[in-house]
């Protein structure tokens, strides 16, 4: 069965501090990766996906890289309006459903 | 402006009432989805539809039904033998589950459901 795990669970960072969010996944046939950010009660915002080992996509202060064990989300030099829970969805090609990880909740302390 | 309206967006709900949660979108999109998600875990489907009149059941359809009469429309019903039915309600579209590809899923704001 497709498993997603996202670590950590929460992150606080100060202004400007870099970091990045982890997402593992054991899949049989990976078809997609997905991110997106969660705000506090309201539904998620589509991000980025990524397909294959080795593709980087960036937004902004935002950059998700894969493995084919794992994505980062790596974030640079973040804001105060960076704070979300941000989700990590996988796809594969025995089940045409996308399982989520619980997500990691970043606060960006000023 | 396209996008998935989801209404309303508070609901609250005595023991042994019908709910019907309503999503509509106008992305022209084929495929829709229903998710529960609760504190401190993952989405969760429990309904999705690839194409008008036909749907399927997710992993926690138990409780819960669906109808597709318009492709615009997938309304979900939390029924009084949902046991345990308070959480946040997120429903989703994408443009087709085409094999061989996948695309990626895009959601409304969101219902969030209390029993009284």
């Known amino acids: 069965e497709d498993q997603v795990t996202q670590s950590p669970e929460a992150l606080r960072l100060q202004e400007g501090e870099s970091s990045s969010l982890n997402c593992s996944y054991t899949?049989?046939?990976?078809?997609?990766l997905f991110w997106y950010r969660q705000d506090p009660g309201k539904g998620p915002e589509f991000l980025f996906t990524?397909?294959?080992a080795g593709e980087e996509k960036e937004k902004e202060r935002l950059k998700a890289t894969l493995t084919k064990k794992e994505s980062f989300l790596h974030i640079t030099a973040p804001k105060p309006e960076d704070s979300a829970t941000y989700l990590c969805a996988v796809s594969s090609y025995n089940n045409n459903d996308m399982r989520f990880g619980a997500g990691t909740r970043l606060t960006v302390k000023p | 402006d396209g996008g998935i309206t989801q209404s309303p967006k508070y609901l609250f709900r005595k023991e042994g009432q019908n709910v019907t949660l309503s999503c509509e979108q106008n992305l022209n999109h084929d495929a829709m989805y229903w998710y529960r998600q609760d504190p401190g875990q993952g989405l969760r489907l429990i309904y999705y539809s690839q194409i008008v009149n036909d749907f399927q059941k997710g992993d926690i359809a138990e409780g819960y039904s669906v109808s597709r009469e318009k492709k615009e429309s997938f309304p979900l019903t939390v029924t009084s033998a949902q046991k345990n039915p308070t959480a946040f309600y997120l429903c989703a579209s994408s443009i087709a589950r085409v094999a061989g590809s996948y695309n990626e899923q895009f959601f409304g704001p969101g219902t969030r459901l209390t029993v009284l």
């Open positions: 990524l397909y294959s």
């Open positions: 899949v049989s046939g990976l078809r997609g």
